[in-house]
Every structure is written in C-alpha cells, then in structure tokens.
C-alpha cells in the first residue's frame, strides 16, 4: 500500500460523525460512529456525534458543518438517501456517492452490473413468493441461501436445506425486505478485502480469511462473540489473495465506488474460484470490524484509517462558488 497523505486535523474543519439513524443496523452504526469520533477527536478534529434518527439533517447546514463522517449502515445511510441531502447541501462526505451507494446497497441491482462486466457472483433467483422460492432451491440446489436484497449483516438470511425450510426462510427474509433473493451457496472459504481510495489510486488491503463456527457468520458473530477467528495475512495458497484483490478491486471500479469499501468473497473449495457476494459501501468500525483490522496489517492504526478517510471526503457534483449568492 502506497504511503498515508499527510492531513492537518484543523484544516478538517467542523465534521459530524453521522451515527445511528433509522436502519436494522442501528446498534452496530452507534458502536461503529463512537470508535470513530474518539479517534477523530484523540487527534484534534473538531468533531461532534450526529444521529439523524434524533435531528434534522438540516442542522448540518444550519450549524456549519464543514464535512460528514458517514457511520450510518443500511437503510437511510448506505443507500444513497443521505448522500443526496448532503451533495444539495453541498456538505463533503465520506464513502460513495448517490449512485453508487444506492447501487451496492440493492444486491440484485449489483450482481446485474458484475455479470455484465464479467465479473464471478453466485447464480442467483429474485422470488416473490414461498412457491417461487422452492422453485429456486430446485433449480439452483441445496444448500441455497434465501435473503433480503437490500440489507446488510446478514439480517434476515437464512441456509435451507430443502423445501419445507422455505416458508419461514422466505418470510424472514421479505419482513427485512420485499426483495427477496435466492443464491446459490458456494462451499468453501469465507473472504473479505477492503478498498481504500478512488478511481486508479484506489487500492486493495490484505485479504482476510474469515473462520467462523460452523461456517455461520451471522449477526452474533460479527459483532458480539469472539468465537470467529480472522486470518490476516490470509492464509490462502500462493497467488490467490492477488487474485481476489483484483476481482475486488474491479468490482469497485465498475459500480462507480469511491472513498473506500468492502468485498465479501466465496472461495469454492473444489474449484478454487472467486465468487463476489456483496460490496460494503459503508463498512463497520466497531472493535471486531474487518476494515480497522486489514488496515492495521498494513502498519496503519485506526486512527491513522479515520483520519485518511476524513481527508478523503468530497461530492459527486461541487456547487459552483456562486450558488445560493
């Protein structure tokens, strides 16, 4: 990884530290903006907590604010809603802009762009319906996975095995969301590989192989246990974290992402083929988060990570230095 920008705290301005908000993900967005503002603040940013779930994102621009730290996950946050209160106005943030974020939030959506660019994802189905789901697992094979098409930490997925699972999986999934997505499980190791950057300076971290019990890494174990045991440097044979560093990077470039994310990858263990499950436009930054944890393999502290990701936040489309005179 090429050396940290050097970045001024002062020259950061007043940033709120956006945590919180509407989504499933509440929780995890509080833990994740907290570790944030007291890292900003250990290294003299002038930073305050903002949660849009208790104020008005107009405040934003009724008090001054000069930048947003963007910690909010799901709904209303990763989305691309939030990111387009800030482009009108007109306040940099953190992490993707609107289309994107929008984008990568929308799994179906995501896997549409990558396979249309060549890209390796899980076969999958969009049901509507139980009918629709058992009709997947017959077509696509058991296991098969059954989930929300725009969530995020695993909420509401399920692993079925066969038919009479498909009821409940499909209702699960559709309370989180009324698209539904089938995909076909891929048996092997569980990876991840954040990116840091923009465009041709964005670059891939170390990959970190994911072991979690029984192959279940669910909400619990993402963030509350110490049962899954994370791997980074990676373990994996010669040649392949490469490989999956390019494919994630890729997969990046092409829906348009910027600032920094996060892939989740398959690895089929008989074939040894990458497949991209999803992008995270707005990774978490608890204690247990995969970003923090590649970035300090590369001899980057997290808050030497906050810091360089304050630094980079912009706009999809600056206003003019006229507007609004």
Known sequence: MSAMVP???QAMGKVAVLMGGHSAERAVSLMSGQGVLAALLAQGVDAQAFDPAQRDLGDLKREGFDRAFINLHGRFGEDGTVQGALELMGIPYTGSGVLASSVAMDKIMTKRIWLAEGLSTPAWRQVDSVEQTIAALAELGAPMIVKPAREGSSLGLTKVTDAAQCAQAYALAARHDPEVLCEQFVAGDEVTCPVLGTGAQALALPVIHIVAPDGNYDYEHKYFTDDTHYIVPCDLP???????QALVLKAFRTLGCRGWARADVMIDARTRQPYL??????????SHSLVPMSARATGMSYEQLCLQLLASASLDNPLPAHAGD
Do not use: K
Request: no cysteine.
């Open 7 to 9: 970045v001024d705290p």
């Open 238 to 244: 010669a040649g392949e974290e490469a490989v999956i």
């Open 277 to 286: 499950l999803e992008i995270n436009t707005s990774p978490g930054m608890t």
